[in-house]
């Protein structure tokens, strides 16, 4: 597939997807949302890829929705933003969120709105010193959206929350880390090498076994302790038949490096 809004490589089992708008701070339009499902839709099918990399071009993580965008046009008739969300947003951070792959958000600049939540919705989030975290939505009375009331109440703890959705202050890449919102902060300079590192590592390890741990932390918060031991009970049963956990277990006893597969 040709892409007009976005870049999208894979090399060494990493799949790496830049948002490519970067004269409009990479901000959304349908054509890109479009573009980014088709990639993810690549990720989840070809089996070779073992963590994806998403990062934005130029300056910005990503601005959020494009208000300019037709399907946003104010007109004799105000557009129905809640169609944008079930028919874009909702699927985009669905197919995130489940995606059979480890997620990694490289946050290089602004990460603002929908940007914001879109890089929330990653297993884990790196920004650099200079890039920053915006919910703006209180300035246009809407609220925050592709998952933002979900995202930053977990994160953050809801005093934090509310104070970012509220007061639509910006939030500094460090300050991020400090809370916890995201996992580490680096100098600008630095972020590619060490989201490099990072792919390579998470590209030895077992892939399903990165990805059961994501479902089973974020399925705990609506579970009693029991449901949550049982859940375990089902991953650890289905992990326990894999290959990886077969060669972990060898390569433990022969003390030599595992070979994971992924499978």
């Known amino acids: 597939m040709t892409y007009q809004t976005i870049r999208f490589e894979v090399q060494d089992a990493i799949a790496r997807l830049t948002l490519n708008r970067p004269d409009k701070l990479n901000s959304f339009t349908t054509a890109m949302q479009a573009e980014l499902r088709a990639a993810l839709d690549t990720v989840q099918n070809d089996t070779s ?19 300019a965008d037709p399907e946003m046009t104010i007109g004799p008739m105000l557009p129905d933003i809640g169609n944008v969300i079930e028919k874009y947003y909702k699927p985009l951070i669905l197919a ?3 995606l059979r792959v480890p997620t990694v958000a490289a946050v290089n600049g602004i990460a603002a709105g929908a940007g914001a939540s879109l890089a929330l919705a990653c297993d884990l989030v790196i920004a650099a010193k200079s890039a920053s975290f915006l919910q703006a939505f ?5 609220i925050p959206d592709t998952g933002g009331t979900w995202f930053l109440p977990q994160r953050v703890g809801m005093a934090r929350a509310l104070g970012l959705a509220l007061l639509a202050d910006k939030l500094p890449a460090e300050k991020a880390a400090e809370w916890g919102l995201i996992w580490q902060v680096v100098d600008d300079i630095e972020l590619p090498s060490t989201i490099d590192k990072l792919a390579a590592q998470l590209a030895t390890l077992p892939t399903k076994a990165l990805v059961r741990t994501r479902a089973a932390m974020h399925a705990a918060p609506n579970h009693t302790l029991e449901q949550q031991l049982s859940l375990e009970a089902g991953f650890m049963r289905e992990l326990g038949w894999s290959h990886d956990f077969a060669e972990g277990v060898a390569a433990f006893m022969e003390k030599r490096p595992p070979q994971f597969t992924g499978n």
């Open 138 to 142: 209180s300035k246009i009375g809407l």
């Open 49 to 67: 890829i073992r963590v994806l990399v998403l990062t934005g071009a130029g300056r910005a993580f990503c601005a959020g929705q494009d208000l």
């Open 96 to 98: 995130l969120q489940n």
